[in-house]
C-alpha cells in the first residue's frame, strides 16, 4: 500500500492551495484518512480527519476543509486565507485494511506561505 500527496507549493498569504492524497495497492478497505502537518523544530500535529462515512474534524474549520472520493481512494485538503505560520510539511495519513488494518503515512509535501 502506499500513499501519494500532492498539490502542494509556494503561495502567497491569503492564497489557496488543495492538496491531494491517494492510496493504491492491495486495499480491503480504507477507514479514517487524514492531514498532518509538522513545520521546522516543532511537532507533527493534526490538521483535519475525515471518516469513511463523512464524519470530519479540521483543527481551523474555517479555513482548512477536508472532503474524500472512496471511489478513487484519495483524500483532499482544501486550504484557503493561508498564513506564514501554516507554512509546514503536509503529510497524509490513512488506515487501511490490507487486508489487515494499519495505519500508512504519505511522503509529504512542502507547503510554503509568503508574506
Known amino acids: 500500500v502506499q500513499l501519494q500527496a500532492s498539490g502542494g507549493g509556494l503561495v502567497q498569504a491569503g492564497g489557496s492551495l488543495r492538496l491531494s492524497c491517494t492510496a493504491s495497492g492491495s486495499i480491503s478497505s480504507i477507514n479514517a484518512m487524514g492531514w498532518y502537518r509538522q513545520a521546522p523544530g516543532k511537532q507533527r500535529e493534526l490538521v483535519a480527519v475525515i471518516t469513511s462515512s463523512g464524519f470530519t474534524h479540521s483543527a481551523d474549520s474555517g479555513r482548512f476543509t477536508i472532503s474524500r472520493d472512496n471511489a478513487k481512494n484519495t483524500v483532499y485538503l482544501q486550504m484557503n486565507s493561508l498564513k506564514p505560520e501554516d507554512t509546514a510539511v503536509y503529510y497524509c495519513?490513512?488506515?487501511?485494511?490490507?487486508?489487515?488494518?494499519?495505519?500508512?503515512w504519505g511522503q509529504g509535501t512542502q507547503v510554503t506561505v509568503s508574506s
Open positions: 495519513q490513512a488506515n487501511i485494511a490490507a487486508p489487515r488494518e494499519s495505519d500508512y
